[in-house]
């Protein structure tokens, strides 16, 4: 009788922290969540802000196209870094003698690896939105397209100079 009494003591007393834990644990998940889509909403707003200036950067950068053509390249680059949507302009995109293929695919490359967008996925983006740049096809781009270190050079580098002249 004494062993049973002992063995119901522990039983109970396990069945009491049991439950003691498992609200320990449930307060934890709400405490988590709650951090989890504190961080979550900082990292998106700090995301749309990357995206914005890296949109806004891309946009200084095509300003020798025409007014309608930087609108046509501009609701795709947007619908690209929003939705991963590859959507070609409403209009053909000329190629323009005041800026080479070279130069574009710095633009487009530069500043969509900032935005965390893959290298296939920008080629394609190129393709599609500047067809008339590249009738060569992806395989070509990305043949062609330069590195993503030499990139980043190339932009760090035209940082620091517009640091200098301002």
Not at 69 to 78: D, F, N, P, T
Request: charged share 30%; net charge neutral.
């Amino acid at each position: 009788v004494g062993y049973l009494c002992i063995a119901i003591a522990c039983m109970e007393k396990y069945n009491v922290l049991k439950r003691k834990n498992r609200v320990l644990e449930e307060a934890l998940t709400e405490n988590e969540q709650e951090k989890v889509s504190i961080l979550m909403e900082r990292q998106s707003e700090q995301q749309q802000a990357l995206q914005k200036g890296e949109l806004e950067w891309f946009a200084g950068k095509i300003k020798m196209f025409s007014e309608e053509e930087q609108k046509a390249i501009l609701a795709s680059a947007y619908a690209f870094t929003e939705h991963d949507l590859i959507l070609p302009p409403s209009i053909t995109v000329q190629p323009n003698e005041m800026c080479s293929q070279q130069e574009l695919m710095y633009f487009v490359y530069s500043a969509f690896s900032n935005m965390g967008k893959k290298r296939s996925d920008i080629v394609n983006f190129l393709c599609q939105v500047f067809k008339a740049y590249f009738p060569a096809g992806e395989s070509a781009v990305s043949k062609k397209m330069p590195g993503l270190d030499k990139v980043k050079e190339k932009r760090e580098k035209e940082k620091n100079s517009s640091k200098l002249s301002s």
